[in-house]
């Protein structure tokens, strides 16, 4: 399943759009740990340059950081209806 979208709604969280057409939440501040995801952690602009990497078919950070698609679809969830 590959995310073909992706857009920040709050610190550390993410609305994700996968390749069936899914939208989904994800709060993924308890991914974001280790030396490539500390700059996403301490800066704010850095976490939001989040972008889709249509190749990997996953989100990455312009310092190279990405998380797998798979993870991200089974942590995340459907969007609570407002």
Do not use: C, Q
């Not at 550390?12 to 069936?20: G, I, M, P, R």
């Not at 989040?50 to 089974?74: C, F, K, M, Q």
Request: hydrophobic share 45%.
């Amino acid at each position: 399943m590959d995310v073909v979208a992706v857009r920040v709604l709050a610190r550390y969280v993410l609305e994700l759009t996968f390749s069936t057409g899914e939208v989904r939440v994800l709060d993924v501040e308890d991914s974001l740990w280790g030396p490539a995801f500390e700059p996403l952690r301490s800066d704010h602009a850095a976490f939001t340059a989040v972008r889709v990497d249509p190749e990997a078919a996953t989100i990455v950070w312009p310092n190279g950081a990405d998380l797998s698609p798979e993870g991200l679809y089974a942590k995340s969830r459907p969007p609570i209806p407002a």
